[in-house]
């Protein structure tokens, strides 16, 4: 089922959105499960999973006219930043930061962010017939 599809269907995108979520928790939970070799190994795809899964659901709530779409993305912005900066830290033999940092994360992960779609008002269409793109500013 392509993202297109899911976009008609908001209940099922938000299956969706809460399947990937629930599967990369499973995936960090495993991880931290582990010993400590895993950690400082596994730290960089984990953290490129994260961006994937993150990516994924801004596409996917862009596509629904999700109304929490910019704040989700600087909920975003933060943990990125901070699962970067403790990478750096766990390349240099910081693993107990890495279960920290992995294990706040799981925490994040649980909770439910649900979407909130736009009234039909908040999409405006301007004065040349096309529709406002979500991202534009005017």
């Known amino acids: 089922m392509s993202f297109h599809q899911l976009a008609l269907n908001p209940p099922t995108a ?6 990937s979520r629930r599967r990369l928790r499973a995936r960090i ?3 931290l499960s582990g010993p400590d070799a895993n950690i400082a190994l ?3 795809a984990t953290v490129a999973a994260v961006e994937a899964c993150f990516r994924q659901e801004e596409a996917l709530r862009e596509l629904l006219g999700d109304a929490c779409l910019h704040p989700r993305r600087a909920d975003h912005a933060i943990v990125l930043s901070a699962l970067h900066r403790t990478a750096l830290r766990v390349e240099s033999g ?3 930061q890495g279960r920290q940092v992995l294990d706040a994360l ?3 992960l649980a909770l439910a962010w649900p979407v909130e779609p736009r009234p039909a008002t908040a999409r405006h269409t301007p004065a040349s017939g096309h529709p406002r793109h979500p991202l534009s500013l005017s």
Do not use: M
Request: include cysteine.
């Open 94 to 96: 910081d693993v107990r």
């Open 29 to 31: 939970i495993a991880l």
């Open 14 to 19: 938000c299956a969706a959105l809460q399947r």
């Open 106 to 108: 799981s925490h994040v």
């Open 42 to 44: 596994r730290f960089p």
